[in-house]
């Protein structure tokens, strides 16, 4: 949505048909995060990781994202997720974050892009999509 992926376009346009969004508020700290990749890596210039971090800040002040609080219950339930994922499943812990989000949030599916997240959706029960295979 901020940077010009490939599928940076689609994004934009699920999302302003989409009747409902949202997302963990551990997205707080991972998008500024993203940035931060972005730039260390050298396809953002340290100015534009500084103005897309302050932009996404922006949006999050003027509540332009819907976040779902992460809570000490959340953090149990990814646990008690992690603990019975199959050791083949690959799945780092800001995207197990999302994923009990979305279940205690009685989501059906989880969009993204991480192949590994994609992957570990169906584990629990969600649809896993991607904007990148539509």
Partial sequence: MYLDSACAAAVRKLIARASHTCSSSWAFIEVPCVFHRHTREGSLTSRQG?????????????????????????????????????????????DAI?????????EPELWTNDRHLLAAAAHFGLAGRSVAKR
């Fill in 50 to 94: 500084t103005e897309l971090i302050d932009l996404f800040r922006t949006h999050v002040e003027a509540d332009l994202w819907n976040f779902l609080p992460v809570t000490d219950a959340i953090l149990r339930t990814t646990a008690t997720l992690v603990r019975g994922l199959p050791a083949s499943v690959p799945l780092r812990a800001g």
């Fill in 98 to 106: 999302h994923v009990a989000t979305a279940l205690e949030a009685g």
